[in-house]
């Protein structure tokens, strides 16, 4: 099955809900970019604990992943390698003490 299908199926269903309590079953691109926006939200919120920068940072990062997967025709890999580099830089950083 495709991540992303799965994924809204899942994760996003509550948001595809047209005004008579249906779910959508073609999603326009309104829907796409309200889910990507509120997505973005709430994951920047789950971490928290990482402060307000953190926060940003991490919604921001996040839609990088998002659109490497998008703009790889939704392969999977290419997020997780950005993903793997945006860590391995992160962790160099923090070790030079930058």
Avoid: C
Wanted: net charge positive; no cysteine.
């Amino acid at each position: 099955m495709d991540p992303w299908r799965f994924y809204r199926r899942t994760h996003l269903s509550w948001f595809f809900i047209d005004k008579t309590g249906n779910p959508v079953r073609e999603t326009t691109l309104e829907h796409r970019g309200r889910s990507l926006f509120i997505g973005r939200i709430f994951f920047g919120l789950g971490h928290a604990y990482q402060g307000i920068v953190g926060m940003i940072s991490t919604g921001l990062s996040s839609l990088v992943f998002w659109a490497a997967y998008f703009l790889s025709k939704r392969e999977l890999g290419v997020s997780l390698f950005a993903h793997g580099l945006w860590d391995t830089i992160g962790w160099l950083l923090i070790f030079s003490g930058s």
